[in-house]
């Protein structure tokens, strides 16, 4: 079987036939993701439905790139399982956790407090709120439900930073997933306040830019008002891609 006849957004398990061809040339090459669906083809990854489910592409990128076929993947905020999909669809170990498990795989578990040894983790992805303009559960130590603007709601997000921190490997990447908020003539920018957050305890690896589709306000209506009120609807996410830092360097490629 050529190249040309593999679809590289379904053709996603490491025992593929053809896999050695494929490579990485489906790998997102630069710093500007945007892929036309939350899963590639008929597999479902995650719930395309949940409410701030994250894109499966995204973390098929990272964990292809940040890890080797047996490593731990750990994602804090798993939601509707995505990160925990993908990875065991690649071949690697994945545990998942949430305040509000929807599914038995996920363990209920506060991300400020992971019940994991130090350095035990190969790449940690989080995609946590990143405002309380999503109703997630009504448990208080949910971090949706601390506007962003509000001191408490940084200081909530340092908390799971320092324990990523903690339970990563040194030398070992950690995916944050976040996004600005703009509401009722406030723009605060949560993505800078985390980029700068996160430079205390990890290194920069890249920021990358992912674009946002279906989300509730991408609608002619929505539109119609960022024209007419002089705002923006948000078009992008962040990924900042960071690193634990190390004595000794891992270079390159792993997969
Ligand atoms: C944006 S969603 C994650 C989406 C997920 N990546 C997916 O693809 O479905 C954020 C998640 O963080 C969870 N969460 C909020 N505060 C939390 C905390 N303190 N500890 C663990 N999970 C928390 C919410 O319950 C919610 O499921």
């Not at 083809?41 to 719930?47: A, N």
């Not at 949560?190 to 305890?201: A, D, N, R």
């Not at 920021?207 to 991408?218: K, P, T």
């Not at 960071?242 to 792993?254: A, D, I, N, W, Y």
């Amino acid at each position: 079987m050529g190249v040309a006849a593999l679809d590289p957004r379904t053709d996603l398990f490491p025992n593929v036939k053809g896999w050695d061809a494929l490579r990485d040339y489906d790998l997102e090459a630069t710093t500007l993701w945007d892929f036309p669906a939350q899963s590639p083809g008929t597999t479902e990854f995650g719930d395309h439905r949940f409410n701030g489910v994250t894109p499966s592409p995204l973390v098929m990128n990272l964990v292809r790139r940040y890890t080797r076929t047996g490593d731990l993947v750990v994602d804090a905020m798993a939601g509707s399982g995505t990160a925990l999909d993908v990875a065991r669809a690649l071949g690697r170990r994945a545990l998942a956790f949430d305040l509000a498990p929807r599914r038995p795989d996920i363990v209920r578990n506060d991300a400020r407090r992971l019940p994991l040894p130090d350095e035990s983790v190969d790449l940690h992805f989080v995609d946590p709120p990143y405002s309380d303009n999503v109703r997630y559960s009504d448990d208080p130590a949910c971090v949706g439900r601390l506007p962003c603007g509000e001191d408490a709601f940084l200081e909530s997000l340092e908390a799971v930073a320092r324990e990523l921190h903690r339970t990563l490997k040194p030398g070992r990447v950690l995916g944050w997933l976040i996004s600005d908020e703009y509401r009722r003539g406030r723009f605060t920018p949560v993505g800078f306040l985390t980029f700068e957050m996160l430079g205390k305890y990890f290194e920069p690896v890249d920021v990358i830019s992912v674009a946002r589709h279906h989300d509730r306000s991408g609608n002619p209506m929505w539109e119609h008002r960022a024209r007419r009120y002089g705002f923006y609807l948000r078009g992008f996410k962040y990924l900042f891609i960071v690193r634990k830092p190390s004595t000794q360097v891992l270079e390159g490629r792993f997969e």
